[in-house]
């Protein structure tokens, strides 16, 4: 059961047997599990295991993981996924990673959090 496992257990696995995990693995992972994940590991998922991932899993990425998201991986996001993610999430995105996001994705996302991080202090 992998909702029992440590999260230094989660953190050693391995890029191919993290991808090898099932939807119902993935949706069964924890807040800190979901935290302490690599970016290597979060681009071994397939769409339907990014898809499954709830508001909750989805707030538990860290900035530095989500500003480190493949454009690939990025853009497998569904538009609520992106849309629910916090201000601070949102402002880690960077341009390139914006870019590979679907026209519907884009308008989900709080574009006034992005502004404010361009704006002079």
């Known amino acids: 059961d992998v909702s029992k496992a440590t999260t230094t257990q989660i953190a050693g696995l391995t890029t191919t047997a ?11 992972l924890s807040v800190p599990q979901i ?3 690599s970016t290597d590991q979060l681009g071994s998922l397939a769409s339907s295991e990014i898809q499954s991932l709830s ?5 538990a990425l860290t900035t530095t993981q989500v500003s480190h998201l493949t454009t690939t991986t990025i853009s497998l996001f569904s538009s ?8 601070t999430q949102v402002r880690s995105l960077t341009t390139t990673q914006l870019n590979a996001l679907s026209t519907d994705t884009l308008d989900a996302v709080d574009v ?3 502004q404010r991080r361009r704006s002079p202090a």
């Open 18 to 28: 993290f991808g090898q995990l099932s939807v119902d693995q993935i949706e069964a």
């Open 35 to 37: 935290s302490i994940l």
């Open 55 to 59: 508001s909750t899993q989805t707030d």
């Open 80 to 87: 609520d996924q992106i849309g629910a993610f916090t201000t």
């Open 112 to 114: 006034s959090a992005r």
